[in-house]
């Protein structure tokens, strides 16, 4: 994604690109997608700085394809499964996702699943 100083849009007779404010957000037209987001700065100290970026926009597809729709029907069937259980038989599952965090500490990069349902959903969908 690149960032920028200011926001830009094509001119729709010269095509040159001409500045539409200090910022945007959104999509214009369906031609161009603006965002605004944080970074860390170049030198790592201090604050995250605030930037903007702009890109072409891209209307998402969801091509449906056969092995894809049964892999959405696999997770939807272990999300009801989930749903479905008795909060006795979930609390096993909420029990390991606590002792599975608290062993590998609270850095966000240092643990696998925090809740039963991800384990659970895990687990099933190793399964099927």
């Known amino acids: 994604m690149p960032i920028i100083n200011f926001p830009t849009y094509p001119d729709k007779v010269t095509g040159k690109e001409i500045i539409i404010g200090l910022e945007a957000r959104g999509t214009i037209a369906k031609t161009r997608t603006y965002q605004i987001s944080y970074a860390s700065p170049k030198d790592g100290l201090g604050p995250p700085e605030r ?9 998402r597809i969801n091509p449906g394809t056969g092995p894809q729709l049964v892999r959405q029907q696999i997770f939807a069937d272990g999300v009801v499964g ?3 259980l008795d909060p006795g038989d979930k609390e096993p599952w909420n029990a390991k996702a606590n002792k599975e965090f608290r062993e590998r500490g609270e850095h966000p990069g240092t643990y696998k699943a925090r809740s039963g349902f991800n384990l659970y959903m895990r687990d099933y969908l190793n399964k099927h």
């Open 51 to 59: 930037v903007q970026s702009q890109y072409p926009y891209v209307k």
């Open 82 to 84: 989930w749903l479905s």
